[in-house]
Each structure stands twice: as structure tokens, then as C-alpha cells.
């Protein structure tokens, strides 16, 4: 699979909910797979997170980018304590590859099993759900 270079998106309309759309998004830049991971950050930190994304109660585009900024240059602004330091690990990841990279699910997949464990959640178990 070949990516094209990014190039940012002079003229479209923003795509996806604020609270869970990638940087790349809020700065009108094309969407690539790493954008797919931070999305996923977002939906973990917003279901983790007790006190909620520090931007749930804004709808400011620009703002709300601003904060997800911040939130990668600090991941303990999303995933605060030592239990979710796998999860500020995959964002450190994830914000360390371009547009064009490769990601390494399976690393993010451990990042995950880990936590599972030490939290002593069964990620085999049926979803409450199911």
C-alpha cells in the first residue's frame, strides 16, 4: 500500500465529532492510519478518564485542537497516574509517526493487554453488551 505525502486540505469541511477527531483534522492536513489511533486515544481517554477529556464541554474547533496539542505533550493531562502509563506510552508512540508510516498494532495491542492485566480486567470475557 502507497500513501501519497500529506498535504493539507484547503477547502474541506471538517470531518468527525471535535472531541474525537485527530490533530491532523483540526489542522486541515490529510487523515492518514496513524490519525486512526489517536482517534482510538481519545475514545480511551474519554472512557477512562473519570474527570472526562479535559475537552468535553468545548466545541471550538481551533480550541479544541489547541488542547489535544497539549494533551500529547503532556500525556498525563489525559492518562494521569501510574496504572494508564501504557496508555501514555502508545500515545508517545503514536505522536511519533508521520502520515506516511507504518504502525505496529500488535505494540499497541500489548500496550493494552498490559494494562488489562494489571487493572485484572479479562479482555477475553463477553462485552457487558453481548
Known amino acids: 500500500l502507497l500513501l501519497k505525502s500529506t498535504r493539507t486540505i484547503a477547502s474541506t469541511r471538517f470531518l468527525g465529532t471535535v ?3 485527530p490533530r491532523s483534522m483540526h489542522r ?3 487523515y492518514g492510519r496513524k490519525d486512526d489511533c489517536e482517534s482510538w486515544i481519545f475514545m480511551l481517554g474519554d472512557m477512562m ?3 472526562k477529556l479535559p475537552w468535553h464541554f468545548k466545541s471550538d474547533v ?3 485542537g489547541e488542547m ?3 494533551a500529547f505533550a503532556d500525556p498525563t493531562r489525559l492518562f494521569p497516574g501510574p496504572e494508564l502509563s501504557r496508555l501514555r506510552t502508545a500515545m508517545e508512540y503514536i505522536n511519533g ?3 506516511k508510516d507504518r504502525l505496529d498494532y ?3 495491542a500489548e500496550m493494552v493487554r498490559r494494562l488489562g492485566k494489571k487493572r485484572r480486567c479479562s479482555l477475553a470475557a463477553p ?3 453481548s
Request: hydrophobic fraction near 30%; avoid cysteine.
Open 62 to 64: 481551533g480550541d479544541v
Open 97 to 99: 509517526k508521520k502520515y
Open 49 to 51: 478518564n473519570k474527570a
Open 106 to 108: 500488535d505494540y499497541l
Open 28 to 30: 486541515g492536513e490529510e
Open 68 to 70: 489535544k496539542e497539549a
Open 127 to 129: 462485552f457487558d453488551w
Open 19 to 21: 472531541r474525537y477527531a
